[in-house]
């Protein structure tokens, strides 16, 4: 879906405001879970605090996924194992058993942990669930409003797309996770510039 149709979803919210749902108040994952709202405010408080084991079990299969293929590629792509051992710490054979959400877990708060700056501007915001507007009665975008802790920052409005599975709402998209998605790719783009796109192998 077009940005510019999400964004104007929003304005829907307005005229039925919706409660947000604190994670504190929720018992256990399956209370975290139970509503978009509850998912995605739980989903920032793990971002923020860098806990990516936590962000994980908050994603969808899909949006793991997609990680997983991204890790996969640029292991390949690399061909010299520097990749998959600075991304994971593997050798080929423990890499091969990863699935995607460990691969995201150790992928990103590997990366993140090497650039302070990215982490700096993941850490440093104030978050505040305003409520969601349901595409379908399985999918949902869930609006919320981030501001910078910056003197004079001005707070933005995002959408965060979430969909219902048998484990209640998780998430399958959101600004944060396209942050990093770019920052990995980035860091692929920063070695094959490096290392003048090397093709050698090894174990």
Known sequence: MAVELRRAGLLLAVLAPFAPS??????????IASTPEATAQAF???????????????????????????????????????VRHYLTGEDPAGFSTLDAGQLFERAVGTMVDSLPGFMHAL????????????ESVDTAHVVYRTT???????SEVQVMQLVRTSHGWRVLWSDELEA???????????????????TSHSP
């Open 123 to 134: 850490f440093d915001h104030h978050d505040g669930v305003i409520g969601h507007v349901a």
């Open 148 to 154: 910078p802790r910056l003197s004079g920052a001005v």
């Open 44 to 82: 920032l408080v793990s971002v923020r605090g860098i806990r990516w084991d936590e962000a994980a079990e908050l994603m969808h299969a899909d949006a793991l996924e997609r990680f997983g293929e991204l890790v996969r590629a640029m292991v390949e792509l690399d061909g010299t194992g520097e």
């Open 180 to 198: 990093l998605d770019g920052a990995l790719r980035g860091v692929m783009l920063g070695r094959s510039r490096r290392d003048g796109g090397s």
């Open 22 to 31: 604190s994670p504190a108040a929720a018992q256990g994952a399956a209370g």
